[in-house]
């Protein structure tokens, strides 16, 4: 199956600061990725879907300017949290899909664990 | 009401037995559905998709009732392994649409 990657696995950071999560597909060119949060004992939250070459599209209760998402190539996404929070912390995943991918599903990375102090 | 509900568990089950989930959407233009594994703080990994026939991987059975709105995963020979979280998602026709999760059912298998 396609692989895709997550950069970094773990973060932790101090209140206010900024954080960056790359997600990359690795053997297939990537139309779409999806940027979840999955907080303890919940299920994964869709953030925003994000195609290459244009703006995110973000689900209701997700603010666009907190969690700034770019897809500039066909194999990278990145979701910055802006001005971290405590309550940020949460289970973030990205997902990938494409033409190129002989699957009818989505990829998913391994995720980020973020803990902000 | 929730897109995708599933009853969230835990189900306790002794090795080899048989257990089954459910899970509801609400969704009735929903066109794909997945059954997802997730073990603790991983992703979720693709179990098996869904089909109108049925289909079946092993010990893993999935249906599909587009009448009824639900989809199933029976395991049979449960093993300790499969002591995990099994997450049901729809979504539209493309794999680039976007898949709407249910919560997940907690299955733990004790020897």
């Known amino acids: 199956g396609a692989v895709v990657s997550q950069h970094p696995s773990r973060v932790i950071c101090k209140s206010g600061t900024s954080v960056k999560i790359e997600c990359r597909s690795l053997d297939f060119q990537a139309t779409t990725m999806f940027w979840y949060r999955q907080f303890p004992k919940q299920s994964l939250m869709l953030m925003a879907t994000s195609n290459e070459g244009s703006k995110a599209t973000y689900e209701q209760g997700v603010e666009k300017d907190k969690f700034l998402i770019n897809h500039a190539s066909l194999t990278l996404s990145t979701l910055t949290v802006t001005s971290a929070h405590p309550e940020d912390s949460s289970f973030y995943i990205c997902s990938a899909s494409g033409t190129s991918a002989s699957t009818d599903t989505q990829y998913f990375g391994p995720g980020t664990r973020l803990t902000v102090l | ?111």
């Open chain 2, 1 to 111: 009401r929730k897109e995708v509900e599933q009853d969230p568990g835990p189900f306790n089950v002794p090795e080899g037995a048989t257990v089954a989930f459910n899970c509801t959407y609400s969704n009735s233009a929903s066109q794909s559905f997945f059954w997802y594994r997730q073990d603790c703080r991983k992703e979720p990994k693709l179990l098996m998709s869904v089909y109108s026939s049925g289909n079946e991987d092993g010990r893993f059975t999935a249906q599909l009732n587009r009448a009824s709105q639900y989809i199933s995963l029976l395991i049979r020979d449960s093993k300790l392994s499969d002591s995990a979280t099994y997450l049901c998602a729809v979504s539209g026709v493309w794999n680039t649409d976007k898949l709407i999760f249910g919560t997940g059912t907690r299955l733990q298998v004790f020897p």
